[in-house]
């Protein structure tokens, strides 16, 4: 299956994404979600950068791009406007001291839309993330039950169209608010579409 992106379709099965001159933490993060929905769909990724980040890419789960020119990278992601890049806006503010809030924070927008770190969206993602956690926990302690497929597909989907990670968010958080899904297909379901997210939502099962 094509993943598409904005204007870009990643047809071929081995798929180069390069982070241009100037990237921060923000497009290395999209490029970590990309690499993940691509591999997903059993593409070969290569990431790359010209760029130095300002903390440990693996502090905030992404694995740490290889330092190469784009050479023809299919998928050059700037923080600039350039010939043929996915454009998406470095970040403004401070990190939070939790690189996994931070990480969350810079998924609630669109990647196109800028974001800003201020206290007030670090705290709204820091207690999303702590809301994920705790019911991850809590429902860890319920029968197994398999994923709730369309919820899973829902979220991969809106992934997939346009790395539309606010909205698979969205789906998790219709999903936790359900009445009708069992709770063990909770758990899978969003054990499932965190490994695309990456925002280690199983941190608190077996701390209670």
Do not use: C, Q
């Not at 100037?22 to 691509?38: E, I, N, T, W």
């Not at 591999?39 to 694995?63: C, G, I, K, Q």
């Amino acid at each position: 299956m094509t993943l598409h992106v904005g204007p870009h379709a990643l047809t071929s099965r081995a798929v180069h994404v390069h982070l241009a001159p100037g990237a921060g933490l923000r497009p290395l993060v999209v490029a970590d979600v990309l690499r993940r929905v691509a591999e997903r769909r059993r593409h070969r990724v290569r990431l790359t950068a010209a760029a130095r980040f300002p903390a440990d890419p693996a502090d905030y789960n992404v694995r740490a791009p290889e330092s190469l020119a784009p050479d023809t990278a299919d998928v050059l992601i700037s923080p600039a406007p350039a010939p043929g890049a996915l454009l998406v806006p470095n970040e403004t503010g401070a990190p939070d001291p939790d690189p996994l809030v931070t990480r969350l924070a810079l998924l609630e927008a669109p990647y196109r839309v800028p974001v800003a770190l201020t206290p007030e969206t670090l705290r709204s993602a820091a207690d999303r993330l702590a809301r994920y956690r705790r019911l991850v926990a809590e429902w860890a302690t319920s029968p197994g039950r398999p994923m709730h497929r369309p919820s899973a597909a829902e979220a991969e989907d809106a992934l997939a169209a346009d790395l539309d990670t606010p909205e698979a968010l969205a789906v998790l958080d219709r999903l936790a608010g359900s009445g009708e899904i069992p709770p063990g297909a909770k758990l899978e379901t969003f054990v499932h579409v965190d490994l695309l997210l990456g925002l280690d939502v199983v941190a608190a099962i077996g701390t209670a």
